[in-house]
């Protein structure tokens, strides 16, 4: 009998839109009649879920609803959202609405529907513990890892996965100032509706929200909207927010030969795109969602009930709770100068760090190859780059943008990008024939 539960030709850590994808375009290759690649996914949550904390009724996705999980690799696959709206019956409603950008609602539906369709793929309430060397390890060049999984329900126990490729896709961790702990007063944005719906709205009389970039805008207007007898502020290092750049050749950055030219760019290149680009998604917000801010705050200035806030040129100092109050110290950005501002609720939309596969990896971490800053190298096929005793195909779903650049772990290319690392991992080899120690 094998030591090992199950072996694969790949496994998928994390089963968001990114490793959906993948096993889209998995099912895809499998089904044209060449050798299969068999996988596993392991999801800790409970079901799929993307973003749910941020699913607001009026906020919109931006990008067209053509950049889904498959079309732009195949415009003819069965997992697309025309697809998914076919079946759901609101096909010509979608078209008759006239917007290329549906609801994040919506999108995160398309997104179940489609994941729903692999449920016997994936093995949700599973965490990986570790990513293990093999057995022997150190005697020859080693063919595949072990992952251990462990299941987050009670009594649900353990397993070990052997593996000839694995594919991260562990999403983005939330980032807070150095020094501010999140607490039932102090949130990320990553978790607002769940934090709201447990509030007691009864006592809110002021509430701010930290960032100048579209979650903020859309965090911001919502609690305007939801909480009619409070004051509501913005508190953001700029003027005001800055509108992100979506107009046809700057969107360009976004197109799947863009990362060929960044991947194959020189150092000054690569620092040049940011520059010019980093405001097509980065600390922005859309012109409709400015605009409709402004407006509310001028009107509520005609009115004489102003309570939308912009506490510009300042950025959040220190933090601590003062009873069942949160107060905030605000240091100017232009004198340096402080104040203290009481609020009951502070909810920070300052984004997300990539995530760093490190410590995952464990001891095979060690043979990743990294460039002078520390960085893994990693090869056009969003694969790291490793030594010789180490013949496994780790692949990344991000954290990958100092090698690929803006575009290259957001949903604007997922289609593309899934496809050209199932072509990889196909180039490697169709089949597994691994054989665990006895």
Known sequence: MSAYSDEYSVVGIGFGPSNLSLAIALDEHNGKGKTPLAATFVEQQAAFGWHRNMLLPTAKMQISFLKDLATFRNPVSQFSFISYLHEAGRLAQFVNNQDFMPT???FHDYLTWAASNFSDRVAYNSRVTAVQLPDGAGHGPMGHLKVKVDSTLEGGGSKELLAKNVVISTGLVPKMPPGIDRDERVWHSSEFLGRFGELDKTGVRRVAVVGAGQSAAEILRYCYEQLPGAQVSAIMPSYGYSIADDTPFANQIFDADAVDDYF????????????????????????EIIRDLYQRAYSDEVAGT???NFLNLS???AVKQVGDEVRVTLQSVRTDETQDMDFDVLIFSTGYE???PTELLGDAAAYCLRDEEGRFQISRDYRILTTDDLDVGIYLQGGTEHTHGLGSSLLSNIAIRSGEIVESLAARGQSMTLRPAA
């Open 354 to 356: 990539s995530m760093d």
């Open 315 to 317: 950025r959040v100092d």
């Open 306 to 308: 102003p309570r939308l």
């Open 264 to 287: 194959h760019g020189t150092a000054r290149a690569r620092d040049s795109f940011w520059r010019y680009h980093r405001n097509t998604n980065y600390g922005v917000a859309d012109d």
């Open 104 to 106: 994040r609602r919506e």
